[in-house]
Nanobody
Framework: QVQLVESGGGLVQTGNSLRLSCAAS????????MGWFRQAPGKEREFVAG????????YYADSVKGRFIISRDNTKNALYLQMNSLKPEDTAVYYC???????????????WGQGTQVTVSS
């Protein structure tokens, strides 16, 4: 069993940065891949970034590649998303997820956080 709690969301202006954190509890955290997803009003939940259990491989949606960085610290049971050069289209609720059931990029995970709101003003 894994429990996930996101933090770090907020309101920022275009071009600024935010760092999201996801605190995980549960003994399986260190052995599972994790991902960040986001959902804007009226849209489906979409993949943002993913990372393997060891952190050796990372994956990004084309829309955030070069601006966002996913990382994890297994000693702290924590997942991070550094978001730079934010744009209004990045506005969404951001979710962390653990233990993908299909693939890292597919929004079918066994565990989800409650989400944190990110709003980017123009």
């Amino acid at each position: 069993q894994v429990q996930l709690v996101e933090s770090g969301g907020g309101l920022v202006q275009t071009g600024n940065s935010l760092r999201l954190s996801c605190a995980a509890s549960g003994r399986t955290f260190n052995t599972t891949a994790m991902g960040w997803f986001r959902q804007a009003p009226g849209k489906e939940r979409e993949f943002v970034a993913g990372i393997t259990w060891s952190g050796s491989m990372t994956y990004y949606a084309d829309s955030v590649k070069g601006r966002f960085i996913i990382s994890r610290d297994n000693t702290k049971n924590a997942l991070y998303l550094q978001m730079n050069s934010l744009k209004p289209e990045d506005t969404a609720v951001y979710y962390c997820a653990a233990d993908p059931r299909v693939a890292i990029r597919t929004a079918i995970y066994n565990y989800w956080g409650q989400g944190t709101q990110v709003t980017v003003s123009s």
